[in-house]
């Protein structure tokens, strides 16, 4: 699987746009990247998944360059309702290991 | 829009209690697992289910643990003898066969083991 890193934590205002960076050298040509939201006490919950360039669904953005070893969850005008720990995953589980490998994420504190 | 149940909430037990677990998946999923969260630390993974048999365990789920799907809905965990470290958060997860990356979660249920 490949290794990621993303920032422990992030600070943000209401209304704000969030851009959370997630690295991830090491992606493999059939790995996906798939963003997780956690809120506490509660089990995640999928956001989005990308292979390459941008993808875009009613919650965030997904941009991944071309070379793919990196890739940003963008959060448009994010509201209190926001704050929660954003987990990139790397990796294609389907035909790899099945189950979702966890770190440990990234704690967004929406701010008012 | 279906979800997936666990029960229950939270769950207190003695040390070298037996607990189970109960999850009720989404309906049309295939594929099931389990995973806990120690408070404060990261989500990992337990035991994945498939078929009627495990297709995968991690370290973590040694012989005390144990999983059954007896109904055909219910999807279950099972700890024999319960230790003060099993204490977590322990969450359910189902997809589809077609959706590997993206992971249905229950609501969790919380063991307390004194």
């Known amino acids: 699987l490949a290794k990621t890193t993303q920032p422990i934590s992030m600070d943000s205002y209401e209304g704000q746009e969030v851009n959370i960076t997630c690295s991830h050298n090491n992606i493999a040509t059939n790995d996906y990247i798939t963003w997780y939201q956690q809120f506490p006490s509660q089990g995640p919950r999928f956001i989005i998944q990308?292979?390459?360039t941008k993808v875009t669904n009613e919650v965030a953005s997904l941009f991944i360059p071309a070379d793919r070893k990196s890739s940003t969850l963008s959060l448009p005008r994010v509201s209190l309702s926001d704050t929660a720990v954003y987990y990139c995953?790397?990796?294609?589980?389907?035909?790899?290991?099945?189950?979702?490998?966890f770190g440990s994420g990234t704690r967004l504190q929406v701010q008012p | 829009e279906p979800e997936v149940t666990q029960t229950p909430s939270h769950q207190v037990t003695q040390m070298g209690q037996e607990v189970i677990l109960r999850c009720v998946p989404i309906?049309?999923?295939?594929?099931f697992y389990w995973y806990r969260q120690i408070l404060g630390q990261k989500v990992e993974f337990l035991v994945s289910?498939?078929?009627?048999?495990?297709?995968?365990k991690s370290e973590i789920f040694d012989d005390q643990f144990s999983v059954e799907r007896p109904d055909g809905s219910n999807f279950t965990l099972k700890i024999r003898s319960t230790k003060l470290e099993d204490s977590a958060m322990y969450f359910c997860a189902g997809r589809t066969s077609g959706g590997a990356n993206e992971q249905f979660f229950g609501p969790g249920t919380r063991l307390t083991v004194l």
């Open positions: 990308g292979y390459k």
């Open positions: 289910f498939y078929n009627n048999e495990i297709s995968e």
């Open positions: 995953l790397v990796g294609n589980f389907d035909t790899g290991r099945r189950a979702l490998t």
């Open positions: 309906s049309n999923h295939l594929y």
